[in-house]
């Protein structure tokens, strides 16, 4: 059985999307705007192919100005941003060519993530970096990988960069399905000043602006949000959101930029309800079974970045230390545990993480070839005190499970370099070395414990260009994710007292990939196919049984990738985008066990398509998103449904400065679920059946979170 969020974590043993150009001309280069350390650029329209020592990147990250290691990275710029209707900031990540973003609880919390043949539940094997702070939480105390993207502030991103795969020298933990890299803009052209209203009490409001101060800028940005929802339990969310950015160019292409972000959130929950009790006329579809479900979030960051170009490529860097708190009070089996006073439990956990990145990048020649190389150091370090589990009876905590103190700490060492042997072809090389240490103290000191674990990960890729503006990519390489440490030195299980095998901290993953991009049809067009495997050594997945995030069988995904991309560089279609893309998986156990084979919860099929315009006063953004089927048991004998929403943004320039806009999200009021799950639960009042033993063993059930109805929201723009 699956089910969606780990009761007993602590327990673990138990789009507009414009892709990278192939390679930038050392003209283009320059024409393009400088930006913060830390920041993205945008790539070109057109594909050239240009020596690869050309490439020097002007922002920190350079993602968009590198030439291409594999046919699936892509480069979202903050224009074709500005017209995608979002229902909630997480959704910037479904720019990614096959991303799926959902929610399966309330809106304060981080939203479920599928990709590539994964439910990657909150965040795990998706790499996610905000202004070069990592976001997956490692040892979370909901989900290994935790990604909450509440924070961000969509009208200050300046782009999104993405690549899948594992074959990446700079990507490390969390990272085998993909890594997505999103920055803020270090200046606006103008302020912001922004107002929107909707349905289900929907209020947010932004002001941002930059101003020159000395010799450096300030930006700065706020963000208020409240809403209810379309839910009988009213959501009651109050976000409350702030960033400021200082950069100061030093001369000579440096600069060192400062950012400080701060965020707070609190909401009411309705998770996943069984199907039993809507069919039953018991609930409605968007009613709730534990009116005290909900949660508390903040985080509060410092980062600094310095870029400075050195002889012969450039020196880059980027220190960060975050503050956050999470509380979350859950009940996914109602009363099954405990009839009496049911089973909602609380996850609470106050963290520090601290990390430094650098790199050193060299352009120049491998004997008589151009060759770029890259050196690169990556150290993390989380402290959480404490990390609790705890039941609970409407927010009211009466029996601790487990309270942990832990610390974890990663260094890692890239190498990577990129040789154009022939005007055709080139190879990219790359070797990376993770090393971790970790330390659990333990309210049962047998369940505490210190160690240690290591990985190195080689990658090598070849690029051929048989024909002008066209690319044929070759990609292999090994990467990795982290398990929870506890899961490490746990020998006793918390909540039953059974003995407990320990697992692995670090899990392998191996990718290979064939791919190929073109922009050579029609003029504006560009195309992109590929062919991918992914095998990954220990399964992360849900235990119905335990309610516990396991590493579990290992595993096999393979699938096809389709994207396209045109916007018309002339003419009178010139402000017009359209894209569209499909991916097909299959995701199965290796070792065939008599359960069955399927992943519970894997993606199998995903599609979208886009359309973004602007014509004098008016602007259009329309998306559309089909999200299929997933087996929810390994012998697939129990399916969920599929969805398909339509979503529209209409903007009107009624003064110079002044623009309304109006989003209309799921268009077409389609009835479909954000989520779909199958596992045992009880309600109260119910008869349960019980197993060999006189247990009770629940009622197996489809259970399910409604995606919200046609839901209407206007707003006025004022930039001064």
Known sequence: MSRPCPRRAASVPSRPCRPLSLALTACALAAQGTALAGGLQQPTADLPAVTVQASIPDGADGAAAAPATAANQGYVTREQLENRP????????????????????????????????????????????????????????????????????????????????????????????????????????NGIAQLELGQHDYRRAVLASSHQVGPGTVLYGLEWMGENGPWVLPEGVRKLNGVLRYTLP????????????????????????????????????????????????????????????????????????????????????????????????????????????????????????????????????????????????????????????????????YLRNTTEWLPWLRTVTGLRADQFWYGVSSDNPANSGNGTDHIVSPKFSVVMSPADKTEVFVNWGRGYHSNDVRGATTTVDPSTGAPSHKVSVLVPATGYEIGVRTARLVPGLQLSASLWQLDIGSELVFSGDSGTTEPSRPSRRTGIELAGYYAPPDGPLADLILDADAAFSRARFRDHEKIGDYIPGSIQTTASMGASLNRGRWSVGARARYFGPRPLLEDNSVRSASSFLVNLKVGYRVLKDVRVFVEVLNVLGKRVNDIDYYYASLLKGETSPVDGNGVATGINDHHIHPGEPRTFRMGVLWNF
């Not at 018991?282 to 009116?291: A, E, H, M, N, V």
């Open 86 to 189: 979002l229902l909630r900031p997480g959704e910037l990540l479904e720019t990614v060519p096959g991303l799926i973003v959902t929610q399966h609880s309330g809106d304060g919390k981080a939203n479920q993530y599928f990709l590539r043949g994964f439910n990657l539940d909150h965040g795990t094997d998706l790499s996610t970096t905000v202004a070069g702070m990592p976001i997956n939480m490692r040892s979370h105390a909901h989900g290994q990988g935790y990604t909450d993207l509440n924070f961000v502030i969509p009208e200050l991103v300046n782009g999104i960069a993405y690549k899948k795969g594992t074959y990446f020298a700079e990507e490390g933990d969390f990272s085998a399905a993909g890594a997505v890299r999103m920055d803020y803009v270090s200046s606006l052209p």
């Open 250 to 413: 030093l001369g000579g292409g440096e600069r060192v930029g400062m950012t400080v972000m701060g965020y707070r959130n609190s909401w009411d929950s309705t998770d996943q309800v069984p199907q039993r009790a809507i069919n039953a006329g018991g609930i409605s579809r968007f009613g709730y079974i534990d009116p005290t479900d909900g949660g508390y979030a903040s985080r509060y960051s410092l980062s600094a970045d310095w870029l400075r170009r050195v002889q012969s490529g450039v020196f880059q860097a980027n220190a960060y230390f975050i503050k956050s708190r999470l509380q979350l009070f859950s009940n996914f089996t109602y009363a099954l545990n405990n009839p009496e006073r049911g089973d909602q439990f609380q996850q609470f956990e106050s963290r520090v993480t601290a990390g430094v990145n650098a790199s050193r990048r060299w352009f120049g020649k491998l004997g008589q070839h151009d060759s770029e190389a890259e050196i690169g150091a990556q150290v993390r370090f989380d402290r959480l005190d404490p990390i609790t589990l705890a039941n609970s009876e409407a927010r009211q905590i009466y029996e601790t499970v487990r309270t942990d103190k832990v610390n974890e700490t990663s260094a890692a060492l």
